[in-house]
């Protein structure tokens, strides 16, 4: 998601498209949230283990 969203940031940047801008900070935003909530322990997505 990081990834997508850092791709959206520099396509909209490039292209003078707003809206790729604004999402593409979310999606990294999101992304960023979601990384460090699973690097400190916490179940991301409702789910302990991987089966």
Known sequence: MIL?????LII???TGISILWTIGIV???VGL?????G???HAVGGRRHYY
Do not use: T
């Open 12 to 14: 909209g940047f490039v």
């Open 27 to 29: 999606l990294a935003l």
């Open 33 to 37: 949230a979601l990384w460090v909530a």
């Open 39 to 41: 690097a400190l322990g």
């Open 4 to 8: 997508l969203g850092v791709i959206l």
